[in-house]
């Protein structure tokens, strides 16, 4: 079974700085990727998603990850955060045994806090 | 509309008691996905829809808990006589195809006093 690790509980920026949120996974082949964000009293929202191809995957929001497959790693990206980024963050592993990425598995988040 | 749609937003009942929450996907999408986000173990997949059917409902914690779906639209999932480990926040998502799910809608925030 497919599991994922989100190191970092809580991390805090400044505004304008460059973001770095790490997720680590482990999975016996490549599995399907997935970021979301959650703000306060949200839903889910899909920030970007790794099926294959380009190991950089561009999303919305000016957000990018990374698969590493040597590091088993998929980490979030931004270069410049605005205070409106303030929220929590899962990252989510899908397995691909069954040709859909419907049963996710998701770290336990980290929550990001901008300081103006 | 325009998003997923669940209903009811919050819900307060009694031990025992049976539960019904809805969930209106996206129109067109053909896939439905229902989660559960609980403090003490996040998120969690429950069930998943190809249309009407149900081809993996590996994550139903038990038989108290049961889903459908019909039209190929709307969903609502039960939990009969529940519990207050069924506290959690329930959440539907949709999408086309199998490409995970793709779009949250806002939950059902259950309480079970």
């Known amino acids: 079974a497919q599991s994922v690790t989100q190191p970092d509980i809580h991390i805090t920026v400044s505004e304008g700085a460059s973001l770095e949120l790490r997720c680590n996974y482990s999975y016996g082949a490549t599995p399907y990727l997935f970021w979301y964000v959650q703000s306060p009293g949200q839903g889910l929202q899909l920030l970007l998603k790794?099926?294959?191809?380009?190991?950089l995957v561009q999303g919305i929001k000016g957000f990018e990850a990374e698969f590493k497959r040597s590091q088993s790693s998929f980490n979030l990206r931004k270069p410049s955060v605005h205070w409106s980024d303030a929220a929590e963050y899962f990252c989510?592993?899908?397995?691909?045994?069954?040709?859909?990425?419907?049963?996710?598995?998701f770290g336990t988040g980290t929550r990001l806090q901008v300081t103006l | 509309g325009a998003g997923v749609s669940q209903s009811p937003s919050n819900k307060v009942t009694e031990k025992g008691k049976d539960v019904e929450l809805r969930c209106d996907p996206i129109s067109g999408h053909t896939a439905l996905y229902w989660y559960r986000q609980s403090l003490g173990q996040g998120l969690e997949f429950l069930i998943y829809f190809q249309g009407n059917s149900a081809p993996d409902k590996s994550g139903l914690p038990s038989d108290r808990f049961s889903a459908e779906r019909t039209g190929g639209s709307v969903s609502t999932l039960t939990i009969q006589r529940t519990q207050q480990e069924d506290s959690a926040v329930y959440l539907c998502a949709s999408s086309l195809g199998q490409g995970g799910p793709i779009y949250f809608g806002e939950g059902s925030w259950l309480t079970v006093v």
């Open positions: 790794y099926f294959s191809g380009d190991t």
């Open positions: 989510a592993v899908g397995a691909r045994g069954t040709g859909t990425a419907s049963k996710l598995t």
